[in-house]
Nanobody, 128 residues
Framework: QVQLVESGGGLVQAGASLRLSCTTS????????MAWFRQAPGLEREFVAA????????YYADSMKGRFTISRDNAKKTVYLQMNSLKPEDAAVYYC?????????????????????WGQGTQVTVSS
């Protein structure tokens, strides 16, 4: 079982950057994929980006392309989410997720119900 711990959230001003980290308890098996989702109050959990652990193949929600970048460091067993030009509407709890055998179909990987393992989340607040 994979345990995930997020960090890096905080309060920033609009236009600032922030990097979130998700550290795994053990290096995930090669077939795993990792992802970031976010959830604002009263809204459903929203897909942000995903990355395949071994190949590094990335997937992004269309609205996140260009401002957000997902990456991983195998040696540190950590996945990152670099967020630039933050907007107040980016404020949410950001969750890290892991899933074995992830389908490359957008309808699959963008659905939070398809992901098995979750971290506790880290709060991101963006002031205007």
């Amino acid at each position: 079982q994979v345990q995930l711990v997020e960090s890096g959230g905080g309060l920033v001003q609009a236009g600032a950057s922030l990097r979130l980290s998700c550290t795994t308890s053990d290096r995930p098996p090669s077939n795993y994929a990792m992802a970031w989702f976010r959830q604002a109050p009263g809204l459903e959990r929203e897909f942000v980006a995903a990355i395949r652990w071994t190949s590094g193949t990335t997937y992004y929600a269309d609205s996140m392309k260009g401002r957000f970048t997902i990456s991983r460091d195998n040696a540190k067993k950590t996945v990152y989410l670099q967020m630039n030009s933050l907007k107040p509407e980016d404020a949410a709890v950001y969750y890290c997720a892991a899933e074995p055998y992830l389908s490359s179909a957008p309808s699959y990987y963008s659905n939070y119900k398809r992901w098995t393992y979750w971290g506790q989340g880290t709060q991101v607040t963006v002031s205007s």
